[in-house]
């Protein structure tokens, strides 16, 4: 051994199960039996690192803050500006960001009220970059342009259309710029 921590690798597993049923199954299926089977560990040995469903949450939570303030700080520092960088990054992506959120989203849809909270910071810190870049006037529009296209993007089934996603942030981006005048 050379001194390093092991990474918590049975934590992550459950973790990640659990953030993979509130997805697929939703908040009520997800049951620390359900998690425990998911991720391939005892009752006993998720119960070491998450002593109730409520210790999951948190965790999930504290891991969509951390990776939303990640996307924050992208977005500051990116070239195109942070405006387009919001729009061209709201395009379902399967990233750790895109997991947390649809995970997150289904606790916020039976009004867990951690998580709402949570989303509205997350929110405020996304509108302020935006608006740096856009000014306030223009930056609830850039937002919901982004969030319009997240949430079809969640909602299509079956062949994409030509074109696709690329195709409507591109016309987005177009928008953009003609209200950036």
């Given at each position: 051994?050379?001194?390093m921590?092991r990474?918590?690798?049975a934590?992550?597993?459950?973790l990640?199960a659990f953030?993979?049923?509130?997805?697929?199954?939703?908040?009520?299926a997800?049951?620390?039996?359900a998690?425990?089977?998911k991720a391939g560990?005892?009752k006993?040995?998720?119960?070491?690192?998450?002593?109730?469903?409520e210790?999951?949450?948190?965790?999930?939570?504290?891991?969509?803050?951390?990776?939303?303030g990640?996307?924050?700080?992208?977005?500051?520092?990116a070239?195109e500006g942070a405006?387009?960088?919001?729009?061209r990054?709201?395009?379902?992506?399967?990233?750790p960001?895109d997991?947390?959120i649809?995970a997150?989203?289904r606790?916020?849809e039976?009004?867990?009220?951690?998580t709402?909270?949570?989303?509205?910071a997350?929110?405020?810190?996304?509108l302020?970059?935006?608006a740096?870049?856009?000014?306030?006037?223009?930056?609830?529009?850039?937002?919901?342009m982004?969030?319009?296209?997240?949430?079809?993007?969640?909602l299509s089934?079956g062949?994409?259309p030509?074109?696709?996603?690329?195709?409507?942030?591109d016309?987005?981006?177009?928008?953009?710029?003609?209200?950036?005048r």
């Amino acid at each position: 051994m050379d001194g390093m921590p092991r990474k918590p690798v049975a934590r992550e597993a459950v973790l990640d199960a659990f953030a993979t049923l509130l997805i697929e199954v939703g908040e009520r299926a997800a049951t620390l039996d359900a998690v425990a089977r998911k991720a391939g560990v005892s009752k006993g040995g998720l119960l070491y690192h998450f002593p109730n469903k409520e210790a999951l949450i948190q965790a999930l939570l504290d891991q969509l803050d951390t990776l939303a303030g990640e996307d924050a700080d992208a977005m500051a520092a990116a070239p195109e500006g942070a405006a387009a960088y919001f729009i061209r990054s709201s395009v379902w992506g399967d990233t750790p960001l895109d997991r947390a959120i649809v995970a997150a989203t289904r606790l916020a849809e039976v009004a867990h009220e951690e998580t709402r909270r949570r989303f509205a910071a997350i929110q405020r810190q996304w509108l302020d970059e935006i608006a740096a870049d856009v000014g306030p006037a223009l930056a609830k529009a850039v937002l919901y342009m982004g969030d319009g296209l997240y949430f079809n993007a969640m909602l299509s089934v079956g062949p994409v259309p030509e074109g696709g996603a690329a195709a409507d942030v591109d016309e987005l981006l177009a928008a953009l710029e003609r209200l950036r005048r």
